[in-house]
T-cell receptor
Framework: KQEVTQIPAALSVPEGENLVLNCSFTDSAIYNLQWFRQDPGKGLTSLLLIQSSQREQTSGRLNASLDKSSGRSTLYIAASQPGDSATYLC???????????FGQGTTLQVKP | DTAVSQTPKYLVTQMGNDKSIKCEQN?????MYWYKQDSKKFLKIMFSYNNKELIINETVPNRFSPKSPDKAHLNLHINSLELGDSAVYFCATGDGPPETQYFGPGTRLLVL
């Protein structure tokens, strides 16, 4: 059974810091991995999708890496801003009709 | 234009009632999903439909019945509501494979 774990559960940093969020999964046979952002009281917004054949994806100040063999992914946020404050969720897709299995998220607070 | 919309946004009801949540998408995607996010913010898939056909049914009580009248709509009907049904329900669509999923704003259900 696929399990997805995110560490830490919460993180508070001063503005401008570079930071790393971690995601681990127990079954390396994944189709792809996605990182989402969820703002309080809102839906999820997809940030990055990494296919199983890829090692990383970048979008602006965000960089996500994938190491299938070790069952790990990281989301790197450069030069953090208060607007980055949100909960970040990673999810793996097993290839079964788009079924996503989510971690419980890391709640990030960036202080001005 | 809202890509994935849900109605209602909030739903407060008594135990034992029957209620429906509607989801509509204007992205033209073939696949639609229902997710449940519990009080601990854990997000879990409930159902998926592809071209109006049920693809995933994740051990959800049969009090929950999804209905897809057309590709742009996936509604969720819940019979005999229980306290444990209180959660946020998200509709999503997928554009894959590989698939990025797009989430609606959520429906906050409170059963009293």
């Amino acid at each position: 059974k696929q399990e997805v774990t995110q560490i830490p559960a919460a993180l508070s940093v001063p503005e401008g810091e570079n930071l790393v969020l971690n995601c681990s999964f127990t079954d390396s046979a994944i189709y792809n991995l996605q990182w989402f952002r969820q703002d309080p009281g809102k839906g999820l917004t997809s940030l990055l999708l990494i296919q199983s054949s890829q090692r990383e994806q970048t979008s602006g100040r965000l960089n996500a890496s994938l190491d299938k063999s070790s069952g790990r992914s990281t989301l790197y946020i450069a030069a953090s801003q208060p607007g980055d404050s949100a909960t970040y969720l990673c999810a793996v897709e097993k290839g079964y009709a788009g079924k996503l299995i989510f971690g419980q998220g890391t709640t990030l607070q960036v202080k001005p | 234009d809202t890509a994935v919309s849900q109605t209602p946004k909030y739903l407060v009801t008594q135990m034992g009632n029957d209620k429906s949540i509607k989801c509509e998408q204007n992205l033209g995607h073939d696949t639609m999903y229902w997710y449940k996010q519990d009080s601990k913010k854990f997000l879990k898939i409930m159902f998926s439909y592809n071209n109006k056909e049920l693809i995933i049914n994740e051990t959800v009580p049969n009090r929950f019945s999804p209905k897809s009248p057309d590709k742009a709509h996936l509604n969720l009907h819940i019979n005999s509501l229980e306290l444990g049904d209180s959660a946020v329900y998200f509709c999503a669509t997928g554009d894959g494979p590989p698939e990025t999923q797009y989430f609606g704003p959520g429906t906050r259900l409170l059963v009293l």
